[in-house]
Each structure stands twice: as structure tokens, then as C-alpha cells.
């Protein structure tokens, strides 16, 4: 059963559009969210994350907003860029849960210019 | 080198064969894992190391054995694998366990088994 859930499997936005990937966890002791980015033939790099005693992180482009009551977490892209294109993984983790991070399986983001 | 380096970065393999994965870290970190990326799943975590001692074992096959000499080492040695173990093999690093330490990852290694 996964406990980090990345339901679309692909997404495709126009260059200069916002960009929402979205991500849902089942694990109410998660407490910690990330974000990963990973172009082909490369590792994931990390790209933001948030703290379960904020709802809202901001990082130029990239916001991620959580909202705790739905176990829900989105990722906004503002203006999305063709750069931007690549998976998106959203992954989380809990200090009651020791040092595992868990994954969800990632969305595909194409960005047409 | 910086970062996380990883070799080979392809590899194919028969079933009877034995090879080794290398992954090296070059940003003093502590911790250093392995995960399994199968196509259109999430990132599975196999095993991790804090200090060179093993933490987790997370049910891993024994055909999968992991070694890590020091702290900027990790390997991963592959024995008599099925071709259902095809997949991405990703190592990362990171300052210390927990879950507020970001993880670095290296290019990954593709291993096809034929």
C-alpha cells in the first residue's frame, strides 16, 4: 500500500501557465514534505520542501502548499518554463518513523513552448 | 568529483553473472543509501548506512549485498539476479539521518538482466 500517492501519472501545461502537481500521503505522522526533480540519465535533486507547522513554502517559482486535514500537498510552477520540464517527485517523511523517506511515484511535467 | 558519482552508469548482466555497483559521495555526508526505481513506481528504499553501519535492511533479496567501507563508499554487489531486478539503482547521501535531512542522489546505475 503506498503511503505518498501521485495519481497523475503525466501533466502538460503551456509555457507561461501554471503548472499544479499534486500529491496525497495516507501516514498521519508524516511531517516533513519534499520535493524532487529529475531530468533523464540524471538523479533526483531536491528542489523544496515544507515542515508540517507551515501550510505554505515559497522558493521563486516553486511554492508547495500543504494542507494537513485533506493529507494533501501540491506543487504550483509560476510561470512554468520549458526547463521545467521533467518527473516531479513528491516524497515525505516523519520523525517518529526514523529516517525512511518514502516516494510516491512520480508525475511527468512537459512544459510546450 | 563532486557530488554523488556512480558506476557504471549501464549495466547488463546475465543471471549466473556477479558484479558490483560503485557509488562514491564526495560532500562529507554520513548517511548513504540505495534505492530501486522499477518504470512508473515510486523509489524504493533498499538499505541504509550511517557511519559505515548498516540501518535498514528493508527486506531486500540476499542475491542483493550491500558494502560499505567508509563513509564516502557504497557498494552494491549483485549475485545470481532475476530479470524482475531490471531496474534504475540510485544511491544517495545525506549530513545525517532523519527526516529533516535533504538527500543528495547520484545519476543512477541502469542494470538490465538478461
Known amino acids: 500500500?503506498?503511503?505518498?500517492?501521485?495519481?497523475?501519472?503525466?501533466?502538460?501545461?503551456?509555457?507561461?501557465?501554471?503548472?499544479?502537481?499534486?500529491?496525497?500521503?495516507?501516514?498521519?505522522?508524516?511531517?516533513?514534505?519534499?520535493?524532487y526533480k529529475k531530468?533523464?540519465?540524471?538523479?533526483?535533486?531536491?528542489?523544496?520542501s515544507i515542515s508540517s507547522i507551515?501550510?505554505?513554502?515559497?522558493?521563486?517559482?516553486?511554492?508547495?502548499?500543504?494542507n494537513k486535514s485533506a493529507k494533501h500537498l501540491s506543487l504550483h510552477i509560476v510561470p512554468s518554463?520549458?526547463?521545467d520540464s521533467a518527473v516531479y517527485f513528491c516524497a515525505a517523511s516523519a520523525r517518529t518513523g526514523g529516517f525512511k523517506t518514502i516516494f510516491g511515484?512520480?508525475?511527468r511535467l512537459f512544459v510546450k513552448a | 568529483e563532486t557530488g554523488v558519482t556512480q558506476t557504471p552508469r549501464h549495466l547488463v548482466m546475465g543471471m549466473t553473472n556477479k558484479k558490483s555497483l560503485k557509488c562514491e559521495q564526495h560532500l562529507g555526508h554520513?548517511?548513504?543509501?540505495?534505492?530501486k526505481q522499477s518504470a512508473k513506481k515510486p523509489l524504493e528504499l533498499m538499505f541504509v548506512y550511517n557511519f559505515k553501519e548498516q540501518t535498514e535492511n528493508n527486506s531486500v533479496p540476499s542475491r542483493f549485498s550491500p558494502e560499505c567501507p567508509n563513509s564516502s563508499h557504497l557498494f552494491l554487489h549483485l549475485h545470481t539476479l532475476q530479470p524482475e531486478d531490471s531496474a534504475l539503482y540510485l544511491c544517495a547521501s545525506s549530513?545525517?539521518?532523519?527526516?529533516?535531512?535533504?538527500?543528495?542522489?547520484?545519476?543512477?546505475?541502469?542494470?538490465?538482466v538478461l
Open chain 2, 30 to 35: 554520513n548517511a548513504m543509501y540505495w534505492y
Open chain 2, 95 to 112: 549530513q545525517g539521518l532523519g527526516s529533516y535531512n535533504e538527500q543528495f542522489f547520484g545519476p543512477g546505475t541502469r542494470l538490465t
Open chain 1, 105 to 107: 511515484a512520480g508525475t
Open chain 1, 81 to 83: 518554463q520549458p526547463g
Open chain 1, 1 to 35: 500500500d503506498q503511503q505518498v500517492k501521485q495519481n497523475s501519472p503525466s501533466l502538460s501545461v503551456q509555457e507561461g501557465r501554471i503548472s499544479i502537481l499534486n500529491c496525497d500521503y495516507t501516514n498521519s505522522m508524516f511531517d516533513y514534505f519534499l520535493w
Open chain 1, 39 to 48: 531530468y533523464p540519465a540524471e538523479g533526483p535533486t531536491f528542489l523544496i
Open chain 1, 54 to 66: 507551515k501550510d505554505k513554502n515559497e522558493d521563486g517559482r516553486f511554492t508547495v502548499f500543504l
